[in-house]
C-alpha cells in the first residue's frame, strides 16, 4: 500500500494543467516530495500551495524545481508560514541560472505570511526577474518603517505590469503606499486594494486623483478598495467630481 508522499508523487506523474493542495494543512516534511516531483512538469499552469506549513527544506526543493516549470503562469503560496529567508531562496533560482526563468508566471500570491519590512530586498529582485500582472501582498507583515528598514530606501518593486495589486491589512503609512502605486503603470493597473492599513493615514485618495488627472485619457483602474484609509470628505468629493 502506498503512502501518501508515494501516492501524491503518483498523482503528479499524471498531472495535467493544475495542481491544488490547498487549505490541507500538511507540514513540509509531506510538501517536499511533492515539491520534488515537480522536476519537469511542463504542462504545469498553476500551482497552488496555500493553507500549507513549508519549511526551508521544502522550499530548496521547491526552488530547484521551479526552473524546469516552464509553462507556469500562477503560483500560489498564500498562507504557508513564508519567512524573508524563504524569499531569498526563491531569489538564488534567478541568481545562479543563466537562462531565463519562470517567463510565463503572471500571478505571485504571497499573503497572510510573515515577510515583513526586510523582504523587500527578495521582492525587488523576484520581480525584477518576472513579468506579473498580478501580485498579492496583503497581510505581509509591512510597516511604517518598511523604507527606513537598513537597505530599503532605494529599492524598487518592478510593478509596470501589475494589472491587480492587493497591499491590504499591513500597517503601510500614506507614503509608503503612494510609493508602491508610482512603481505601477496607470494604463495597466486596473484592480488596487489598499484597505485596512495604518488607521492614521489621509490622503492616499489625494494622490490617485493626481494620478487620475494627469492619465485621464489612458487610466484602466476598475476597482480601488479603500476600506478604513480615513478617506477625507473633500477628496472624496474630488474624486468624485
Known amino acids: 500500500m502506498l503512502d501518501v508522499d508515494s501516492l501524491i508523487c503518483t498523482l503528479l506523474e499524471e498531472l495535467s494543467i ?15 516530495p511533492v515539491c520534488k516531483a515537480l522536476n ?4 504545469l499552469l498553476e ?3 496555500s493553507g500549507n506549513f513549508v519549511d526551508t527544506d521544502c522550499i530548496i526543493k521547491l ?10 503562469c500562477v503560483l500560489n503560496l498564500r498562507s504557508t508560514g513564508l519567512v524573508s529567508s524563504h524569499l531569498a531562496e526563491l531569489v538564488k533560482v534567478f541568481t ?29 529582485q523576484i520581480t525584477r526577474h518576472l513579468k506579473l500582472t498580478n501580485i498579492n501582498l496583503s497581510n505581509v507583515r509591512f510597516t511604517g518603517n518598511i523604507f527606513k528598514e537598513m537597505g ?14 492587493d497591499l491590504s491589512d499591513n500597517e503601510l503609512g500614506t507614503d509608503d503606499i503612494n510609493k508602491f502605486i508610482s512603481w505601477t503603470s ?9 484597505s485596512r492599513n495604518d488607521s492614521g493615514n489621509q490622503g492616499i485618495l489625494g494622490t490617485l486623483i493626481d494620478v487620475i488627472r494627469d492619465n485621464e485619457s489612458d487610466l484602466e483602474l476598475k476597482s480601488l478598495d479603500l476600506s ?10 474630488e474624486f468624485l467630481r
Open 18 to 32: 493544475n495542481l491544488s493542495l490547498a487549505n490541507n494543512g500538511f507540514f513540509g516534511k509531506s510538501l517536499a
Open 40 to 43: 519537469y512538469q511542463t504542462s
Open 47 to 49: 500551482l497552488d500551495l
Open 63 to 72: 526552488c530547484s524545481s521551479l526552473p524546469t516549470l516552464t509553462n507556469l
Open 96 to 124: 545562479s541560472i543563466s537562462t531565463p526563468v519562470l517567463q510565463k508566471l503572471s500571478s505571485l500570491d504571497l499573503s497572510d505570511n510573515f515577510l515583513r519590512d526586510k523582504s523587500l530586498l527578495h521582492l525587488s
Open 152 to 165: 530599503n530606501d532605494n529599492i524598487q518593486l518592478n510593478l509596470s505590469e501589475i494589472h491587480s495589486l
Open 186 to 194: 496607470p494604463g495597466k493597473l486596473c484592480f488596487l486594494n489598499v
Open 228 to 237: 478604513r484609509c480615513n478617506v477625507q470628505e473633500s477628496e472624496l468629493y
